[in-house]
């Protein structure tokens, strides 16, 4: 996505086939949305990184308001297990 201002985006993250659930509580088939901003694909499996071009939604939010300023932005979902190993990613 481009953005050609300063703008606030406002995500909300939906999800079918599996519960939602914080990080920490392992709960079958369950599991927590994370972002990758402007970041490369991670494998299923490995590990989710935490600083601000991997955001981490281990409360269990549904939705991000994000303050971005002008430029060329990738971001990709993805949904995690109980201690943010990748299971599910979107394009």
């Given at each position: 996505?481009?953005?050609?201002?300063?703008?606030?985006?406002?995500l909300?993250?939906?999800?079918?086939?599996m519960?939602?659930?914080?990080?920490?509580?392992?709960?079958?088939?369950?599991?927590?949305?994370?972002?990758?901003?402007?970041?490369?694909?991670?494998?299923?499996?490995?590990?989710?990184?935490?600083?601000?071009?991997?955001?981490?939604?281990?409360?269990g939010?549904?939705?991000?308001?994000?303050?971005?300023?002008?430029?060329?932005?990738?971001?990709?979902?993805?949904?995690?297990?109980?201690?943010?190993?990748?299971?599910?990613?979107?394009?």
């Amino acid at each position: 996505m481009e953005i050609k201002s300063k703008a606030l985006l406002r995500l909300i993250f939906e999800l079918s086939g599996m519960l939602i659930s914080p990080a920490g509580e392992y709960v079958e088939g369950s599991g927590h949305h994370h972002l990758l901003i402007n970041q490369p694909y991670i494998a299923k499996g490995l590990t989710i990184p935490a600083d601000s071009n991997h955001l981490h939604f281990g409360k269990g939010q549904k939705e991000i308001e994000l303050n971005l300023t002008s430029g060329i932005y990738t971001a990709y979902p993805s949904v995690c297990r109980w201690l943010s190993s990748l299971v599910r990613r979107r394009s």
